[in-house]
Every structure is written in C-alpha cells, then in structure tokens.
C-alpha cells in the first residue's frame, strides 16, 4: 500500500494506493469525522462490479449506507442528473454530518463531488476512483464539474475530497479504450515535467499492456505524485497548475465539435500534437521528438488527428473554453520533453498551421 | 460612510453603508482585482429601478457591462433560473476574471452568489443589496443557496463576496411589507447578543418607521457588526454561527408548509416567538418578556402565530430542514434578552405544547 499527501491552504488529505478495497474502512476511521450516514454515488457500469464490495466493507460499522447510480458516461452530466442526485440525498435525509463515496471514474467523481460541494453548502466526500483517468488524473485536486449547454465543466467548485483510495485491481474490469484513454493523462505527466517519467512510460509498456499489478502502482503512484505536488502548490489553478491544462485547449475543442464522441484520453492526446506542432513552429521542439510521442501515444491507440473537422472551426471553438480569459488563448507548450510553460500569445497563423497538421 | 471589515479564514472583505451609490466606482477600484467585464444579476423589480444607476457609475472604466434579470421572488429561487444565469454568462462570454455584481434583495443575492460561486468553479462577486433583508443579514457571510423540491436553500455554497456595497436610499422603494420583514433579522440580531441593541429599537421605532436615513445607518451598521463578527469567528457554521438561526428552526417549516406565501421574516417572527414558549417551558424567559417581544414584531407589523397549521405538521416538517443532524431538532434559545444559546435536546413535548401556542 502506497500514500501520498495533498496538501492545500484549506485541506490536507491521502491518497491511498492498494491492489484491494481492504484498506477502505480503516482509512474512513483514521478521518476521525463524525459520520452519520454513508451515500455512495457511482454509475451504472460500476454500481454492480464494486458497490456491493464497498458496502460489504463498510456496512458493519456505517449501517445507514445507501447507494445511487446514473447512467454511465458523459451524456449523464448535466444539471438533471445532479438534480436526480440531489432528490436521493434529501430522501436519503443526508445530513451535514453524512459522507458522500464517489465511487467510479472521471463522470462520477465530477459529479458526486459536486453534489457534495453544494449539498447543504458542501458535505463531506472521499473519491474511490476505478477508472486509470480519474486514478491518475481528476480524483486528486479538488476539481468538481458539471457540463451545461455543451460547455464542459463550465459548472462546477473546488472541493477537496476527504481522502483518495485508489484499488488498483478496479482497472482489470475498466474496458482497453478507457484504459488507453486514461494513458493519455499519464503521458501527459511525463511530457509536461518529468522526462524520465515520460521514458519509464516507454520502457514498461509490455508490462503496463499486461496490466502488471506492481507496474501499475509505480505508474499510479509516480501520476499522483505528480499531481498532487502541483495541486498542492497552486489549488485554485491561478499559477503552476495550468500546466495540466497541456493538451486541453485543443482538446476540449475538438471533444465539443464531435458531441463528446471520442473520450477525454482521446481529444487530449489530439491536443498534445496540436500543441507539440505549435512548439515546433516556435523553434522549441523537433519534428523527431513529435514523432517520438506520436509513437507512444499510438501504442496505447490514441489519437494523434481528428478526422472530419475544420481547423477554423476547432480555432472558433477554443473561445469557448472557460481556460480562456480575455479573449486570449492559453497554450501550455514545450522547450522538451518534460519541460513546460504556459504561453497566451501565439499567433493565430501559428495556431492554425498546428490545427492544419492535425485535422 | 460607514465601514466594517469581515474577517473569515478564507477572505478578508468590506462592508460599506452609504445613502448613494458615489462610492461603488472606488471601491471596486480599491480591490486592485483584473477585472475583464462585469455582469449585474438582479430581479425585474430591482432592474429598472437601479441597474441603471449602478451600470452609469461603472460604465466609463468598465465598458463591457451587462444586466441579467430574472423574475423577483422565492419562487424564481431555483435550479432553472440558475440555468438561465449560467446561459447568460457563457453569452456574455464572461471569463475567470469577470465580477458579477448582485443587485437586489435576498433571492437575488443568494442566487448571483452561488452562480458567481459555480461558474468556471467560481469567479468574483460582490453584494449590493437593496433590501433590509438582504443589507443587515444576508449579503454579509457568504452563504449562497437555491431552494430545491420545496427545501429552502437546500442546494448552495460558502462563497465569500469580494465586497459588500450597502445604498440604505434603495429602502425607500422597498414595500413597506418587505421592510417590517427585514425588521425580523434586526430585531433577531438584538435578541440573540445585545440587549441595548433591542433597545434601542425600541427607543428609535419611530424614526425607524419613517425611515430617517441617519437611523437606518445606525441600525444597518449595528446589525452587520453583529454578523460580521459572528462570520469572523464561524464562517461554516461548525459553532456560533448556528445563533442567527434563532426562529429559523420553526421559520423554515412555516415557510415550506405555507408554499413560501409568507416572507422570510413574518416566518422567523413566528418562530422567534416560538423559540420563546420553549424557553419560557424551561424556565429561563418570562411571559412578560414574550409580549414585550411580540409587542415589538406587531409594531413592524410582523406575525407572531400563523393560522391553518397543524402543530403536528409543523413539528415532522423541522425534520426536513438541513440544520437537522442525526435526526435531532437543533433550537437557539435564549436565557434573556441578549443572550442565546444552542440547545438540540428539547424534548418533543415542549416543542408541541410552543408549536400549539403559536398555531
């Protein structure tokens, strides 16, 4: 079992990485909260896999332990379905004193979270992720989000989580494009800070294909890491944290003009390219380290283009984007491999021609 | 021109109390933000009284200003309208640098405050408000809320405004009935920590009643000092915080059984008296002091009984209310004038017979 600690100006917490939920109870306990009752809100893809499990372990000590589940996926993530989980907290009569689990992966920790944060004006939640992108990526930072109007996240509140467990042994059930897409996050990590990161990626990927328990702790463990260092230094993105923004400006672009058809691994890792051309054009990166990355992210069969789109239209798109702020585009770019920063002034002929190589 | 400060752990703001609107300009200018638009949300009664003075004062150094209104009232007070501020926002391309100015009365101020709290996981607010109300209790604090399935701020956040601009000449247009109603929290503010506070009330009624603006100064400046230090100390109500909802445990549940028919405050009179039966069955508050009280409220033409109610439907209705925890009702009670405590072990008995005296 591995640890790791975030801590921001308002809330300190673990993440607790295991291969099983055995650890689950314990780490509820050393909370040292007060607990009236337990909700767990999942979907329903993950309701019948790991619910039943997540109650077993609990139920004796929390005997007032409920449970709700949407429809999987983005579609369900809207203000009805946070009105759905609204009305079962009240008829659950949810107090201020009860614990919302977000069992489930990026969809489900978005949403329950925010459930949680405007629920009574916040109750309490830990995130149980089971899906590699939200192990990885959106359990840990206090991120809760809601899409409204094909905006995605453009609702939502920091709200720290209470505690992250992380079972790893949720990935076997998690189907490969979804695992791939979550791949798309831990790249991502490796290219924005940490080279050799980005090459232990490269050099287990038999092992991370496999699935390799011991690999995928290593993976997980070193994400979080990541993660959580730079959530730690700037919660409310107003600083370093942009940086995980690598990829999403296009990203979030092309995900709307497809109607969030292709997964969020997905759009991302059209986006790094995106980025990667903008790079190139600015003098700061080699045609061959594209390549490089191209080749990894087509191991794990991400996209490196997007067939059937305009690249005036992803450029018109990127306005829409809550990332963008005065009218500015804000690109993360690279000078390398695991080296970023943040940069609001790219021409717009830059942009284009990068949109033109991968459309 | 008046000035305090709020002080909570996780911002540091100003109230200001004014007869205009001269200083707004300034003190938007003195809160040194980047500031890229501003949104005025505010109700169809508000609107054309005010937005346009507000929108003249800012226009020269804040061009790109807009106004949204939505229709006045509790009943405006929920997930849709929240939508349709939330589609004015993305319209208006409002970015995380814009400042949305809540202009209007209590709905207004909780609803522009939890959508400035939950658009783009929360940009700035600040609180102009035109009501009693809203001036001497609920634009102080940073409690957000929308009213859900009947259940009054059931859904909302803490969210600290960046300012509080009081204009105490907006009270002339305010109804009459709407004024008495804010007359309920000032007077609660006397009952619950200062006796010379109640009696100075009781000393200035008339001039109150006249609306002599130095007096409404006085009395907006007494009743937010009272708040602010209480929000100072216990900004998520985890302890003192808890003494503003003296009425409001019986209050909400008249509210919700009453279909919101009643104002906020005629249903906090209620339940102040209320409250009073219950300390006075405990031995700590005298009949005389009940009719002093209710002498008081009737001359501000507030309830202190409501007609139609069951005191049994009353009674499982205070169950709903989210300041109940593990099934317990949780009253403020007083032992005098001046002096309040929480108290949530009130037998059943004594609540029934209170709920029988005032139904």
Redesign the interface.
């Known amino acids: 079992m591995n640890q790791l600690i975030v801590n921001t100006k308002?809330k300190k917490y673990k993440i607790v990485i295991n291969s099983n939920f055995d650890g689950l109870y314990q780490e509820i306990t050393k909370l040292n909260i007060p607990i009236?009752k337990i909700a767990i809100i999942t979907d329903d893809i993950v309701d019948p896999l790991y619910s039943g499990q997540v109650i077993d372990h609990l139920k004796k000590s929390y005997p007032e332990i409920s449970s709700f589940s949407f429809i999987h996926g983005e579609k369900s993530k809207n203000?009805n379905t946070?009105?759905d989980i609204?009305?079962f907290m009240?008829d659950q009569?949810l107090?201020?004193?009860s614990l919302v689990i977000a069992l489930g992966g990026g969809v489900v920790g978005d949403m329950a979270g925010?459930a949680a944060?405007?629920?009574?004006?916040?109750i309490k939640f830990i995130q149980v992720p089971t899906s590699l992108l939200s192990q990885v990526d959106s359990s840990v930072g206090g991120?809760?989000?809601v899409d409204?109007?094909g905006?995605k996240?453009?609702?939502?509140?920091?709200y720290q989580p209470e505690l992250v467990y992380i079972n790893t042994s949720t990935l076997i059930t998690l189907p490969n494009k979804e695992f791939n897409s979550g791949m798309a996050e831990v790249i991502k990590h490796g290219l924005i800070l940490d080279q050799n990161y980005y090459n232990e990626i490269k050099n287990n990927i038999d092992k991370i294909l496999d699935l390799d328990d011991e690999q995928l702790q290593i993976l997980i463990y070193n994400s979080c890491k990541i993660k959580s260092q730079i959530v730690s230094e700037d919660e409310?993105e107003e600083g370093c944290r942009a940086l995980l923004n690598f990829g999403h400006t296009v990203g979030h672009a092309v995900e709307r003009l497809k109607n969030f058809e292709l997964l969020h691994g997905e759009c991302i890792s059209i986006g790094f390219i995106a980025a990667l051309y903008i790079s190139n054009q600015l003098g700061e990166i080699t045609e061959s380290t594209i390549d490089n990355v191209k080749k990894l992210l087509e191991t794990f069969e991400l996209p490196t283009s997007v067939a059937g789109l305009d690249p005036t239209d992803i450029y018109h798109e990127m306005?829409?984007d809550?990332k963008?702020?005065?009218?500015q585009l804000n690109f993360i770019l690279l000078t390398d491999i695991g080296n970023s920063y943040i940069d609001n002034l790219v021409e717009k002929e830059t942009v284009m021609n990068a949109l033109q190589k991968i459309t």
């Open positions: 308002n009236s203000l946070i009105s609204y009305a009240i009569k107090d201020r004193k925010f944060a405007t629920y009574m004006r916040g991120k809760t989000g409204f109007n905006y996240n453009i609702v939502g509140a920091f409310k306005f829409h809550k963008t702020s005065n009218n």
